[in-house]
């Protein structure tokens, strides 16, 4: 699976945000446990110097130890804090809170303090120092102090519990900063594709310096790329167009010819059909021609409003010398996003196959609809069953003229409306029975882009 350049850079980030927290919690715990053994170590050098300050007034009465060392703990059987003297004879003098246990001394003795770990009363974890001291009698004294290991734990989850919280809002703010980070660096790229998506929404180009340096390149060759695909589709539009008129000449030559003929009594129907579909596909080939790529690459805008008056007053006239109505509602102000040749190619057809059809009348109507211009073009004719409509509209289908009679003008209006992302739906109009062709296509800005 690829990932997006965000999610890239937002999991790298989160990803060195964890490590960089989860190393430094480790470091820090590492460092409070090594702090809080040190304190705990200090605390129980204390209270050995204690022990052996309290033993060097009471060498006589070692028993008189227990009433010097007041701590509450050293009463306490099993309280986890514990002292004990052993003399030069063997006769060993233990706090209360040893009951009846005596601590382990080291086997190797001497007269610097020793801390080690060993078993307590019960098989407790303690602490412990031990230190041989002669006194000024001349007695030697083995004095221990030992504390259980469980309070030093215990201090060491305190001091790492009080710390979490610090740890966890440092990862939230390093995610937030992620964020943050992500959002600043992928924003001109994000500008960029904005601008690139809607790039036809105003009539300025991409702008090189609007972006950083590491992107204007980017932009600029995007622009020129933007500026050679125009010229490309402008000069691929001219050529059709120029084709388009170059074979019109020969066409109505023969035309004019096969009418000559038939007026001189000689059979042209079937020349005659044969070079109207000849008509009729090459004009559908030259605008499919004409409109590929067209809405993607140079988003051309129509006044709509403005190309349906110049279409009705042509078809009205038709209808009026066939006895016919043709009517036509549609609001001022009605811009669309297509080419005005496509967008009269379109309507042109439909309008033909609708006078062409109706047995009286007409109907034209357009509308503005969000973001979309609703075109509906309907007339009391036969219309055309829904089997057909579907083949109508199926891409590259065409309609049987011997049944509907509508030749490929449909096929033609669905091809350009394609190309520009409108759409043409087929359906029985309600008003007048017969066909409905409802064309939706993009509204315009009001404004031309080129």
Wanted: with cysteine; glycine share 8%.
């Amino acid at each position: 699976m690829m990932f997006s350049l965000r999610e890239r850079a937002l999991l790298g980030g989160v990803l060195s945000g964890a490590v960089s927290v989860g190393v430094s919690t480790l470091a820090v715990f590492s460092y409070i446990n090594a702090r809080v053994s040190d304190q705990f170590d200090t605390a129980l050098r204390d209270r050995h110097t204690q022990l052996v300050v309290g033993l060097s007034v009471t060498t006589e009465n070692p028993d008189a130890l227990r009433d010097l060392m007041f701590d509450p703990a050293y009463s306490t059987p099993y309280s986890g804090r514990y002292w004990q003297v052993t003399g030069s004879d063997g006769e060993t003098y233990t706090s209360s809170s040893l009951f009846d246990e005596t601590l382990a001394e080291p086997e190797a003795a001497s007269e610097e303090p020793a801390l080690w770990n060993t078993a307590g009363p019960d098989g407790e974890a303690v602490r412990s120092i031990y230190q041989e001291i002669s006194y000024e009698d001349g007695t030697v004294w083995g004095v221990s102090v030992a504390e259980s290991r469980a309070q030093l734990f215990e201090e060491r989850r305190a001091a790492q519990r009080s710390l979490l919280p610090a740890f966890a809002l440092l990862g939230l703010i390093g995610v937030a900063g992620s964020l943050l980070l992500v959002s600043v660096i992928m924003g001109p790229l994000q500008k960029l594709r904005n601008d690139v998506a809607h790039r036809w929404d105003t009539d300025e180009g991409l702008k090189p310096e609007d972006y950083p340096e590491e992107v204007s390149p980017l932009v600029e060759e995007l622009k020129q790329l933007s500026r050679r695909n125009r010229d490309i589709v402008a000069g691929s539009r001219r050529q059709s167009a120029d084709l388009a008129h170059a074979l019109k000449t020969p066409t109505a030559i023969l035309r004019n010819e096969l009418i000559n003929i038939s007026e001189s009594g000689s059979e042209t129907e079937i020349a005659e059909e044969a070079l109207d579909r000849i008509d009729a596909q090459l004009s559908r080939s030259l605008a499919r021609m004409r409109a590929m790529n067209t809405a993607e690459l140079s988003h051309l805008q129509t006044d709509l409003s403005n190309s349906i008056d110049r279409l009705a007053r042509l078809f009205s006239s038709m209808a009026e010398r066939e006895g016919k109505t043709f009517e036509v509602t549609r609001p001022s102000g009605l811009w669309v996003r297509m080419d005005p040749q496509d967008i009269e190619e379109v309507l042109g057809n439909l309008m033909d196959n609708a006078l062409k059809w109706c047995q009286s009348t007409v109907r034209v109507s357009a509308k503005s609809k969000s973001k979309t211009i609703e075109i509906c073009i309907e007339d009391d004719g036969p219309g055309i069953t829904e089997e057909d409509r579907r083949e109508a509209l199926r891409s590259g289908g065409r309609l049987d003229t011997s049944v509907t009679g509508s030749g490929l003008g449909l096929a033609i209006a669905v091809d350009l409306l394609n190309a520009y992302g409108a759409k043409l739906d087929l359906g029985r109009s309600k008003k007048l029975g017969g066909l409905e062709c409802r064309v939706i296509v993009y509204s315009g800005s009001g404004k031309a882009v080129f």
